[in-house]
């Protein structure tokens, strides 16, 4: 499965991005897509994630801020990004997949100027 992602760029304090993460095939509903990101000199975390089922997950940092939504039609996820904080400043990468075998994207630069 290879992975287009797409929507990042600079953005100043409290402005909104929407990432997409489109994959080359039909990922079944059950298989989780998610949202990672990498901070300067941080490691990779997940910032969000859904499969069909079971609530969205969130990290703490980005709840209330963030939503994650899928449309399995267009094999598509999207990650709406609203009131965005210098923190948020990242290399966002999409992720299919479940625990032991999983398809990243090649990522996509997030950067919020204060």
């Known amino acids: 499965v290879q992975l287009q992602a797409s929507g990042g760029g600079l953005v100043q304090v409290g402005g909104s991005l929407r990432l997409s993460c489109t994959a080359s095939?039909?990922?079944?509903?059950?298989?989780?897509m998610g949202w990672y990101r990498q901070a300067p000199g941080k490691q990779r975390e997940l910032v969000a994630s859904i499969r069909s089922g079971r609530d969205p997950t969130y990290a703490d940092s980005v709840q209330d801020r963030f939503t994650i939504s899928r449309d399995n039609a267009k094999k598509t996820v999207y990650l709406f990004m609203n009131s965005l904080e210098p923190e948020d400043t990242g290399v966002y990468y999409c992720?299919?997949?479940?625990?032991?075998?999983?398809?990243w994207g090649q990522g996509t630069l997030v950067t919020v100027s204060s």
């Open positions: 992720r299919v997949g479940g625990a032991s075998n999983a398809f």
């Open positions: 095939e039909s990922i079944h509903s059950s298989i989780p």
